[in-house]
């Protein structure tokens, strides 16, 4: 009974690392995961696999550090159609974003 | 004689009780995170079917045959899918890109055309039986670059119009002889056409541009006057607000002579007099506005934002140019889409998972239908209107 009750909170600590480390809560996390998909989905694709914007798997985006994309979605690109969201996300928030990206974003 | 007899009988099975009906008061809506769309029904207010296995319905955008009867549903995934709403089915489906933004039905309702990211250009395909008619690579610049096509509506005399994002350019396509396409190009039109539009009469396409203040116009009735920009002083010398989505001109809003676009970077919805095609006033909103349409009537212009302002929708009367009403739907409101008359407005709340139908009059909530991350709303009415 007790090992059960260890193996559940195991398994809740260790499905959000990045909260634990970041700060960013559990619900917090949801809504960024629905920002990634739904909002940024709508340029870069539901599946990231590009539209207006590039496309953004991890295969595309190799080489180019989790530091480089979060300045990219903070700051955005003049001259482009990539808007600086840092209106919206924090630094650690658009970091949890770029580590996303380059691990993959499933829905 | 019994062989007759027999048949007729076969068809009389087939077609009822099923077939019975209009499909004037049909259309559907997109659940994008589900690949697959409700069919609905305007005058009961109510969901009569879905159909699955759509592939990434993101951005998608849909059509109708002439007979509304059935939709043809652009994916972003390049999928080409004819639905037959009456038995709620796939009739056909084609991959036909890697990467897909819009379409639009020919004038004759034979020719059925997309719009591509990538590779960059137009397909058109027989509506009927969805072959491959003519294949329109949007090749620009010295290295032949492929550029991302927007803003594709169809038009009258069997043509297709559309501009290019990444060179700056309008092309207006004549399919008239199908086996035979005809393309005229118009370059330097301005920087990045994120989307456009065609006038109710298929008379003017109007580009709006994100790299450029102002819009680019064409007469199509005079097209060799070029493309003129409309609105250049719009935005100049101003701080533009970050776009966190691009707006639509899809619902091309005109009362009287007037004519109401979003602005891009501004929180504004513009007023285009279009006798002269000068500003006629700018309308402060709640934020960036993403679609601005007309009720039918064009009494009142129906507002949805970009985030972080997605949960409202404001109410322009075109009149007095003032904001009415204000409501607050939920949270990630999508898209809208009157009903033929306009007694009543359908909107699509995708981050609570459900559409609303709200009354024009008492802006009373009329109905809730559950969905799953629902986006576009498109009703058959779209099939008679140029541009739609």
New interface residues.
């Given amino acids: 009974m007790k090992a059960i009750t260890w193996l559940a909170l195991s398994l809740i600590l260790s499905a959000s690392p990045v909260a634990a480390a970041d700060g960013i809560s559990g619900e917090r996390e949801q809504e960024l995961q ?2 990634l998909i ?2 940024c ?3 870069h ?3 990231m ?4 914007g590039p496309a953004l798997l991890p295969e595309a985006l190799r080489g180019k550090s989790a530091e480089y994309l979060s300045t990219v979605i903070l700051h ?1 690109r003049t ?1 482009t ?1 990539m ?3 840092r ?2 996300l924090s630094e650690a928030e658009a970091r949890w974003m770029a580590e996303r990206l380059l691990q993959g974003v499933t ?1 | 004689m019994i062989r007759v007899i027999a048949s007729l009988a076969f068809l009389l099975l087939i077609n009822t009780p099923a077939m019975a009906r209009g499909t004037g008061d049909l259309g559907l809506f997109i659940e ?2 589900s690949s697959s769309v409700q069919i609905v029904e305007t005058s009961s207010n109510t969901s009569i079917g879905s159909v699955a296995g759509l592939g ?4 998608a955008s849909v059509v109708y045959s002439r007979d509304q009867r059935y939709a043809y549903i652009f994916g ?2 390049g999928g080409l899918t004819k639905v037959d709403i009456l038995k709620a089915e796939i009739s056909q489906r084609k991959l036909q890109s890697g ?1 897909s ?1 819009g379409g639009a039905i020919s004038q004759d309702g034979r020719l059925v055309a997309v719009s591509n ?2 590779p960059g250009g137009v397909k058109v395909f027989d509506a009927d039986t969805l072959e491959l008619v003519a294949d329109i690579p949007a090749t620009f610049g010295d290295n032949n670059q492929r550029s ?1 096509v927007i803003g594709l509506v169809d038009a009258p005399e069997g043509k297709f119009v559309f501009a290019l ?1 990444d060179a700056g350019e309008i092309w207006v396509l004549d399919m008239s002889q199908r086996d035979r396409p005809v393309i005229e190009k118009f370059k330097n039109i301005g920087r ?1 056409p ?1 989307d456009a539009l065609i006038t109710g009469d298929g008379r003017y396409y109007i580009a709006g541009l ?2 450029e203040d102002g819009m680019a116009m064409l007469d199509l009735w005079n097209p060799s006057a070029g493309v003129k920009r409309i609105l250049p002083d719009y935005g100049k010398g101003e701080q533009k607000l ?5 707006p639509h001109l899809e619902g091309w809003a005109v009362a009287g002579d007037l004519a109401f676009v979003p602005a891009i970077g501004a929180h504004e919805v513009l007023v285009i007099n279009m006798r002269d095609w000068q500003e006629a006033g700018r309308i402060k909103v709640h934020g960036q506005p993403i679609f601005v349409m007309a009720r039918p009537d064009g009494r009142q212009v129906w507002v949805n934002f970009a ?2 302002n997605n949960d409202t929708i404001q109410v322009i009367d075109t009149q007095t140019l003032a904001v009415i009403k204000q409501l607050k739907p939920g949270k ?1 409101v999508l898209h809208m889409e009157f009903e033929p008359r306009g007694e009543e407005v359908w909107l699509s709340v ?2 609570e998972n459900r559409v609303e139908v709200y009354d024009t009059r008492s802006f009373e909530r009329r109905n809730t239908i559950p969905a799953t ?1 629902p986006s576009g709303i498109f009703f058959t009415a779209r099939a008679h209107r140029i541009g739609l």
């Avoid at chain 1, 696999?49 to 207006?52: A, Q, S």
């Avoid at chain 2, 970050?242 to 691009?246: A, D, E, L, T």
Wanted: aromatic share 14%; hydrophobic share 30%.
């Fill in positions: 629905n920002l739904q909002d989905g709508s340029c694709g539901l599946q696999k590009g539209g207006l955005g001259g159609a808007p600086p969201w209106f919206l829905q | 994008r995170a990434d319905l993101s951005h972003r995934d990467n933004i990211y990538k991302k994002w990045n994120y994100f790299g970050p776009v966190f989505k691009m985030i972080p990630g995708r981050d991350k």
